[in-house]
C-alpha cells in the first residue's frame, strides 16, 4: 500500500534526524535537554503510526 511507504519513509527520517540528535557520547547536560526532545519525536511517530496521517508541526 502507498501509505504503508510513506509512513515507512518518514519515519526513517525521523530515525535519522533523532540520530543526528543525539550525539555519540553526550554529556549529561546535552542528555537532558535531548531526551525530551526524542521523546516528543517518538510519540509523534507513534500518533502517526496510529493515526495513518501526516504530523503537522514535528
Known sequence: ???Q???A?????MLKVAN???PPQPS???MQNLWPLEIK???KLLAYYL????PNEL
Open 5 to 7: 511507504k510513506r509512513i
Open 28 to 30: 549529561l547536560h546535552l
Open 41 to 43: 519525536i517518538k510519540k
Open 1 to 3: 500500500k502507498e501509505t
Open 51 to 54: 493515526n495513518d496521517q501526516t
Open 20 to 22: 543526528l540528535v543525539r
Open 9 to 13: 519513509s518518514h519515519a526513517n527520517l
